[in-house]
């Protein structure tokens, strides 16, 4: 289990191998990147700046990883979410989960995906053709959350 | 008490983070919102419509009503966005 | 859109940056890594060996790549699977999907690992402490295909 | 006609694949495993229970009724077990 916010981008590859290096019972490993998109709500964006919560940001993703490990039995797992300023196709964020089965894999990276999107304390702002732009919420975002719950 | 703003409403009010010591009778985050639209005109428009607004006591989730003690630290931002 | 069936092993992060390089309409990238684990059904996995029909491996890898492609707006896909002895802790199989939104990545990624357990012509047999043996098919594996059927 | 065997089928049967020139009743995959337990015990071995045994012919899976053609290519193996 590990979380890690930080400005500088990430080597995936680097990730993974580390993720899973000596650890025979990892069957599967899911992983999902987030990337910055140079089109968003129509209109092109230049540049996307990431703020947080220091300190809280941590602990929620800590809570979050923490709740995927009570809910499916986990080898390994890694939250990366950067910070700062971003230009497209750069990375943003990495969720990584490793289990001995493929399911618990799949369904841990999504969940974690799922509840960083509406509990980590991130908050979006494009340089966007029409000036600049805070990001807004999405319904859709909440709603894959509440799948989640029973 | 110490106070951070984040995203739009940090831009609004013009600062991220304060120390105020507020009146003995700001004891929810909805009260301290009352008091905060009256430091001026910057906090009044950032607070117009609070239901846009989460709130954050110590650094967890928490609602309005939420009851403060001397020394919280409390934060208002935007519905998050991250991912 | 891409299916390779190779005896050498892949490069998880080259393969993944390759998929969304120069394509900034990707938002999310979802990926699948499938190893060796060195112990199954409670014996201990000295080698899995993979054998495969070729032509028909191709065919029906396509044919999944292709039906992920029709069900989900994917902006690129990989399927990478391995045949030959492995070891544990080896890559046995990449499947990578890119959208614009994180839902359809991890539902097209999820589809095409289902689909490729149950329906592309692979087999594999371990040398284990009690002797040489061919894995069977899971019930598990037909149920979770059987998920993505209306 | 064009026949293949995998896994441990291949491995009971002792080779991989062979081309036979089937007699004109032969014309679906059930009528091949009749033909084939007939020649020789390693066949009637392997094809003891084709219940668990899948069948393709020209690399598409098919049921043991699929009419055959000659010059088919017809599969016989357990069910995959890849990824």
């Known amino acids: 289990m590990a979380v890690r916010v930080q ?3 990430f080597d995936i590859g680097l990730e993974l191998a580390q993720l899973t290096k000596g650890n025979p019972s ?3 490993l899911c992983s999902f990147v987030g990337l910055v998109r140079d089109l968003n709500d129509g209109n092109s964006v230049a540049t996307l700046t990431l703020e947080h919560y220091p300190g809280m940001t941590e602990k929620q993703l800590e809570r979050i990883e923490a709740e995927a490990h009570d809910r499916w039995p986990l080898e390994a797992s890694l939250i990366i979410h950067r910070f700062g300023t971003m230009h497209p196709e750069e990375n943003i964020v990495l969720v990584a989960t490793a289990s001995a089965h493929r ?4 369904d841990a990276c999504h969940f974690i995906m799922d509840y960083l999107k509406t509990e980590a304390p991130f908050w979006k702002v494009e340089a966007t053709d029409a000036g600049e732009r805070w990001v807004s919420e999405r319904d859709s975002d909440g709603e894959a959350r ?5 | 008490m110490k106070i951070l703003y984040f995203a739009w409403l940090r831009q609004k009010i013009g600062i991220g ?3 105020i010591d507020v009146p003995g009778d700001v004891t ?14 910057n906090y009044a428009l950032a607070f117009t419509d609070v239901s846009a607004i989460k709130v ?3 650094q967890e989730f928490a609602d309005y009503e939420t009851l403060l003690k001397p020394g919280d630290e409390v934060a208002f931002f935007p519905p998050v966005t991250g991912g």
């Open chain 1, 7 to 9: 400005q500088e981008d």
């Open chain 2, 17 to 19: 983070e304060e120390q």
């Open chain 1, 103 to 106: 399911g618990a894999a799949f």
């Open chain 1, 146 to 150: 509440d799948r989640w719950k029973d």
């Open chain 2, 56 to 58: 954050a006591v110590n």
């Open chain 2, 28 to 41: 929810t985050p909805q009260a301290l919102v009352e008091y905060l639209r009256n430091r001026g005109e």
């Open chain 1, 26 to 28: 990892v069957g599967g």
